[in-house]
T-cell receptor, first 109, second 114 residues
């Protein structure tokens, strides 16, 4: 399993773009990078997944450099409702889906 | 769209009692995962099933057991409950068991052991 490091917490302001970087130095060839968002007392919610380069959907973008040893989740123009815990997961076929220490994002007015 | 359904939403038990948590995955999803999340903690992987067979095992106590039935729903059975078992228990489902199949989580069962 890839060892994952991401910031414990981050603060930002409404309307700003927030970038959360995840380090996964020993990512394997078959591993995908997946981000989840979790609000208090709710189950984690899938945000975005990627393998390489850039992926964008209606809520976020995921940037993955060529060496794939890190990835950056980008949330455009955040609002107070984006205050949550964000988890970066790395895994491939037959891997356990293990949640590490997520990033607690706090959006300020 | 149909989501993962967990029941009950809340459960209160006393020490040494047993509890059964149920999970109904999204239709056509063949993989189910169970997680335990204590207050202020990150989700801890307990166990997973693919096509009704156990596929992976995490930090699940021997007092707990789980299975996936022919209709793909899953049950987590917890015996000899301890105070430390008080937590949110999440079930998730996915299509396929590979790490690139996004997990879809239910709203959880909050278990309180008194």
């Amino acid at each position: 399993l890839a060892k994952i490091t991401q910031p414990i917490s981050m603060d930002s302001y409404e309307g700003q773009e927030v970038n959360i970087t995840c380090s996964h130095n020993n990512i394997a060839t078959n591993d995908y990078i997946t981000w989840y968002q979790q609000f208090p007392s709710q189950g984690p919610r899938f945000i975005i997944q990627g393998y390489k380069t850039k992926v964008t959907n209606e809520v976020a973008s995921l940037f993955i450099p060529a060496d794939r040893k890190s990835s950056t989740l980008s949330l455009p123009r955040v609002s107070l409702s984006d205050t949550a815990v964000y988890y970066c997961l790395v895994g491939g076929r037959d891997d356990k889906i293990i949640f590490g220490k997520g990033t607690r994002l706090h959006i300020l007015p | 769209a149909a989501g993962v359904i967990q029941s009950p939403r809340h459960l209160i038990k006393e020490k040494r009692e047993t509890a059964t948590l149920k999970c109904y995955p999204i239709p056509r999803h063949d993989t189910v995962y169970w997680y335990q999340q204590g207050p202020g903690q990150d989700p801890q992987f307990l166990i997973s099933f693919y096509e009704k067979m156990q596929s992976d095992k995490g930090s699940i106590p021997d007092r707990f057991s789980a299975q996936q039935f022919s209709d793909y729903h899953s049950e987590l059975n917890m015996s000899s409950l301890e105070l430390g078992d008080s937590a949110l228990y999440f079930c998730a489902s996915s299509l396929g068991s590979s790490g690139n199949s996004p997990l879809h989580f239910g709203n959880g069962t909050r278990l309180t052991v008194t």
